[in-house]
């Protein structure tokens, strides 16, 4: 039986803009197909440049030429719809060039947070482009917005970051998957929606994409989580004199990093919270691999990138 893999890609496999995206998702999916010979895979992806992009730009429109206003939720399905079509297309032209006979598909993925989620009265999750702290102030002003300092790289806005509770496509993506196709899911972290009076109703948040990546990697009983980040390796004492690359983390020696402040908010913090939410669940003996895009085919053999197992090198 084939083995399911999960790959949560990050930011940089994405870029900025529609042209850079469109470029960069072109070499993401050569290394995305060169995994489909072995494994069954689901393709997540973060959207934090392109949901504050078109929130923006609505924004801007509706103050400017009084076009109705578009609430968060529909900016968060704008850009699943968005980056899926760019990597669908880029996925499926792959494909063809290696004649491998699969198929791709995106599906628009809704993730249930509970309304009472402390989160929403701590904005945390950095979304759109960044600015200086002069820059920040103006908007926050102007606009209510919150901002915050990230990772010394400038002020990024931020929103509240539920926890993902339950992935509401979940038995479609199993479906399409055990279909042998390479599917598309739980873009951005997927379109936050909550119950109210038995109904889904979308509310303004961004679920922390690599948590939700966790999720639907737990429901679809995934034999590996991987994230694909900017760096190869998980390090501690990160871009001082002493950093040091990790091989190989167990839950309690990244739970004591974690307490020791060695991962950051908004940076490597949330990618280690999600391994061990996919390890700690996963009863099959799963783990979870951290490394760069490059180096993904290499990690999946064992040749780099940082593990988070229940179990010994």
């Given amino acids: 039986m084939r083995k399911k893999l999960v790959i949560a ?7 900025n803009s529609p042209e850079e995206q469109l470029k960069l998702v072109q070499k993401t999916a050569k290394s995305i197909v060169e995994l489909a010979d072995i494994y069954d895979i689901v393709v997540t992806h973060g959207n934090g440049p392109q949901v504050g992009m078109i929130n923006m730009a609505l924004e ?9 206003e578009v609430p968060f939720a529909e900016c968060g399905a704008m850009s699943q719809g968005y980056i899926g079509y760019h990597l669908q297309q880029s996925i499926q032209e792959e494909l063809l060039k290696r004649n491998m006979h699969k198929n791709c598909i995106t599906v628009l993925t809704q993730v249930v947070v509970d309304k009472k989620d402390p989160a929403f009265s701590n904005p945390t999750k950095p979304i759109g482009s960044f600015y200086t702290k002069e820059e920040a102030n103006r908007l926050e002003i102007e606009r209510g917005y919150v901002f915050k300092e990230d990772a010394g790289r400038g002020y990024r806005r931020v929103v ?16 399409l998957l055990n279909n042998k196709n390479i599917v598309i899911a739980g873009g951005g972290g997927g379109i936050p929606v909550v119950y109210h009076y038995n109904k889904l109703k979308g509310v303004d948040a961004v679920i922390d994409k690599d948590k939700t990546s966790a999720r639907i990697a737990i429901d679809i009983k995934a034999d590996m989580f991987l994230i694909l980040t900017a760096v190869e390796k998980v390090c501690i004492n990160y871009n001082t004199a002493n950093e040091k690359e990790l091989d190989f983390l167990t839950p309690k020696l990244a739970r004591h990093y974690m307490q020791t402040g060695e991962f950051k908010e908004g940076s490597m913090l949330p990618k280690i919270e999600a391994c061990l939410t996919f390890v700690e669940h996963n009863r099959r003996g799963g783990c979870a691999l951290i490394t760069s895009l490059e180096k993904a085919k290499e990690a999946l053999e064992g040749k780099t990138g940082t593990i988070i197992s229940r179990k010994g090198i």
């Fill in 160 to 175: 509240p970051s539920p926890e993902p509770k339950k992935i509401i496509e979940s038995k479609s993506i199993k479906m």
């Fill in 60 to 68: 801007v429109s509706h103050e400017e030429l009084q076009t109705p």
């Fill in 9 to 15: 890609l990050g930011g940089n496999a994405l870029g």
